[in-house]
T-cell receptor, first 113, second 111 residues
Framework: GAVVSQHPSRVICKSGTSVKIECRSL??????MFWYRQFPKQSLMLMAT?????????EQGVEKDKFLINHASLTLSTLTVTSAHPEDSSFYIC?????????FGPGTRLTVT | GENVEQHPSTLSVQEGDSAVIKCTYS??????FPWYKQELGKGPQLIID?????GEKKDQRIAVTLNKTAKHFSLHITETQPEDSAVYFC??????????FGKGTTLSVSS
């Protein structure tokens, strides 16, 4: 149990376009999901906390208008990178919380050209 | 907020040796301390965790110890194997809050 999926696993987009990443908890309901970003050879940096039915809470320095988060159901959270730029290229990872344990998705590799 | 320090950043051992990774945390209210293994291009996988009401937990070749007074916890891997090679992250949080991660340790096990 406790499987979290992400889609897509890889995406390449052109500068200025928007990209949506989906995070799903497949076998449990998660009222809270988290979005992290990881640059090469670095640790996971928390971007935002996503709560079902309410607005996401963003970490300092993360632009909420650029990284749109929607948590429309107990099993789905989406992250939309708007007007993507090459510096947004990174590994985006979501996690879903169950009984205070966090289970991570496989990640989405975003490359902005 | 919470701050987690992790050492060493890289660790090389021979197959069969033990490996120890140490973390310290700053927020005394943190009560959950998981360890994750991350292979290249994949998401982190939970390998073991410990809560603040216990001092040690073991699962086959992996063990974690917690010292709440000193605010540090450690990962111990015995009888290391080449497939243990990966990046390991420690983390800490309070119930319901986001995990705060250490910077990671790249473990290399040579045969």
């Amino acid at each position: 149990g406790a499987v979290v999926s992400q889609h897509p696993s890889r995406v390449i987009c052109k500068s200025g376009t928007s990209v949506k990443i989906e995070c799903r908890s497949l076998d449990f309901q998660a009222t809270t999901m988290f979005w992290y970003r990881q640059f090469p050879k670095q640790s996971l940096m928390l971007m935002a906390t996503s709560n079902e039915g309410s607005k996401a809470t963003y970490e300092q320095g993360v632009e909420k208008d650029k990284f749109l988060i929607n948590h429309a159901s107990l099993t789905l959270s989406t992250l939309t990178v708007t007007s993507a730029h090459p510096e947004d290229s990174s590994f985006y990872i979501c996690s879903a919380s169950r009984q205070n344990e966090q289970y991570f998705g496989p990640g989405t590799r975003l490359t902005v050209t | 907020g919470e701050n987690v320090e992790q050492h060493p950043s890289t660790l090389s051992v021979q197959e069969g040796d033990s490996a120890v990774i140490k973390c310290t945390y700053s927020d005394s209210a943190s009560n959950y301390f998981p360890w994750y293994k991350q292979e290249l291009g994949k998401g982190p996988q939970l390998i073991i965790d410990i809560r603040s009401n216990v001092g040690e937990k073991k699962d086959q070749r992996i063990a974690v110890t917690l010292n709440k007074t000193a605010k540090h916890f450690s990962l111990h891997i015995t009888e290391t194997q080449p497939e243990d090679s990966a990046v390991y992250f420690c983390a800490a949080n309070q119930a319901g809050t986001a995990l705060i991660f250490g910077k990671g340790t790249t473990l290399s096990v040579s045969s």
